[in-house]
């Protein structure tokens, strides 16, 4: 089992910066692929960003390449999102996510992780 703990959201006006961090329990967080996802009212869950178990290779999508980037720092068993210019289209609940080893595909699918943390709020002000 994986416990995972979002914090870091907030209220921020446009052209802003937070970072969010996502704290995993366990000794074997080097071992799980992470994914940060996001939920605006009313929309679908949808993928934000995803980092292989080594930290080597990330993903994005498209409507954050540039802006966001996501580390993770493995003896800290925690994940992080960097969140720069942001937008108000950018408000939202985000979500941390887990998965066993790494993906060859199936990144931007909620499906294909195992484990999800509560979400930590963001919003940005116009």
């Known amino acids: 089992q994986v416990q995972l703990v979002e914090s870091g959201g907030g209220l921020v006006q446009a052209g802003g910066s937070l970072r969010l961090s996502c704290t995993a329990s366990?000794?074997?967080?080097?071992?799980?692929?992470m994914g940060w996802f996001r939920q605006a009212p009313g929309k679908e869950r949808e993928f934000v960003a995803g980092?292989?178990?080594?930290?080597?290779?990330?993903y994005y999508s498209d409507s954050v390449k540039g802006r966001f980037t996501i580390s993770r720092d493995n003896a800290k068993n925690t994940v992080y999102l960097q969140m720069n210019s942001l937008k108000p289209e950018d408000t939202a609940v985000y979500y941390c996510?887990?998965?066993?080893?790494?993906?060859?595909?199936?990144?931007?699918?909620?499906?294909?992780?195992?484990?999800w943390g509560r979400g930590t709020q963001v919003t940005v002000s116009s």
């Open positions: 996510a887990a998965v066993f080893g790494n993906m060859g595909a199936g990144w931007g699918t909620d499906r294909s992780y195992d484990y």
């Open positions: 366990g000794r074997t967080f080097s071992s799980y692929a």
């Open positions: 980092i292989i178990t080594s930290g080597t290779k990330t």
